[in-house]
């Protein structure tokens, strides 16, 4: 597993702590590969979810520093929503 991916899953399992999404989304990040999240944690992984997030590395990390903000990378193309838009909203409101 790539160092990417630890570092993801250690980033969205401390954002995610206590929030219940009520469904699987998985993050892919171009080039490095998978992480899913669902009620009971977070970890590396492909599988299917309700909804699939694609970025590349540098917008998934801005968007778990602060420095992107979710909505706006989906605006312009850099974040890809595949399935509940409704489960990615929930989720983006979590990241901000």
């Given at each position: 597993m790539s160092d990417v991916i630890n570092q993801a899953v250690e980033m969205l399992s401390a954002k995610m702590a206590g929030v219940h999404i009520g469904g699987t989304v998985k993050f892919?990040?171009?080039?490095?590969?998978?992480?899913?999240?669902?009620?009971?944690g977070v970890r590396a992984g492909d599988?299917?979810?309700?909804?699939?997030?694609t970025a590349s590395t540098d917008t998934f990390q801005g968007i778990m520093d602060g420095s992107t903000?979710?909505?706006?990378?989906?605006?312009?193309?850099k974040l890809r929503v595949d399935g509940d838009m409704g489960m990615a909203m929930k989720l983006a409101s979590a990241l901000a």
């Open positions: 892919e990040i171009e080039d490095e590969g998978s992480v899913m999240v669902d009620d009971a599988a299917p979810a309700d909804v699939t997030l903000n979710p909505t706006s990378a989906f605006m312009t193309g």
